[in-house]
């Protein structure tokens, strides 16, 4: 083991090896990032620990995955990694945010049965930025479980139109109609990054999380924020597999950030807003 355990992913998910039949808009993203071997290499829960324990990190959340037409990762086979090593994965459930009523009561067997620790809907999947209809019944019943509502603020990587993710006004309202609900907007914002740091600075329970960035290129607004009056509201994460867990730690310590802000930013804010 070439580094201390501690690190917890706010984004990753399972490494299946059925991404490039499933989720065909992220291939360009993976072609990009120099990962588009995993694309076809599924690993298993035991090398996916292995990869964790290479990069000093403690802890994934790994996420299932729901499109229009099908499943991707279903919330039952994120379970199979969170009962395979309880310490090492923390399962995120995800719904099919075009059956409403079917989608709560999913949310709920996800978190009451299965374990997941929150919710996470992609938006540029379904073209329905977070402050359409269709999410609302789901907020509440994120605030009625006490788990945070996770989503993807910015550009998308992948071919799809980047709309849903701008952070104001769509992220803006939802915080303002739901005071209560903790919000983790992950990938960064990125080109509204400073709109999104205005937003994690406006609303207590907005955080931000950093994946699909190399830490080498997180904008300076955002390592400003870190630095200073937002070392309580940034998570690390990778996007695994997207990004290599040992590269992005790697980089991380290259930031040099103080000591007690790169034990917050690693795990100390993933630990308190996802009540790990």
């Keep these: 083991m070439n580094a201390p355990l501690g690190a917890i992913d706010a984004w990753a998910q399972p490494a299946n090896g059925r991404a490039r039949e499933l989720l065909p808009e992220v291939v360009r ?14 690993l298993t829960p035991q090398q996916t620990v ?11 959340m790994l996420a299932a995955w729901c499109r229009p037409e099908r499943w991707v990762f279903d919330n039952d086979l994120v379970a199979e990694y969170t009962r395979a090593f309880p310490e090492r994965f923390v399962g995120v459930a995800t719904v099919d945010l075009g059956k409403p009523l ?17 919710l996470r809907i992609v938006p ?35 071919l ?6 701008r952070p104001v006004p769509y992220l803006d309202e939802v915080a303002l109609d739901f005071p209560e609900l903790r919000i983790v907007a992950g990938h960064i914002g990125h080109p509204w990054t400073e709109e999104m740091i205005g937003l994690a600075w406006k609303h207590d ?15 300076q607004a955002l ?24 590269r992005c730690m790697t980089q991380v310590r290259e930031l040099g950030l103080p000591e007690a802000i790169e034990a917050k930013f690693l795990h100390g804010n993933a630990r308190r807003v996802f009540r790990l």
Excluded at 30 to 39: P, T, Y
Excluded at 102 to 118: F, Q, Y
Excluded at 205 to 219: K, Q, V, W
Aim: glycine share 8%.
């Design 29 to 42: 993203l993976f072609e990009k990032s120099g990962s588009a071997h995993l694309l076809d290499q599924p």
């Design 50 to 60: 292995a990869e964790m324990d290479r990069a000093g990190v403690d802890k994934l």
């Design 102 to 118: 079917a989608a709560v009561r999913e949310l709920e067997r996800a978190v009451l049965e299965l374990g997941c620790k929150a």
């Design 124 to 158: 540029w999947l379904w073209k329905l930025p977070p402050n359409h209809r269709l999410y609302y019944p789901l907020y509440v019943k994120c605030i009625e479980l006490g788990i945070p509502f996770c989503t993807q603020v910015g550009h998308t990587g992948p």
């Design 160 to 165: 799809m139109p980047s709309e849903t993710g």
């Design 205 to 219: 329970n907005i955080y931000i999380d950093t994946s699909a960035y190399l830490p080498r290129y997180y904008p």
């Design 223 to 246: 390592l400003q924020f870190m630095r200073s009056y937002g070392q309580d509201k940034v998570l690390f994460g990778s996007n695994f597999p997207q990004l290599s867990l040992e």
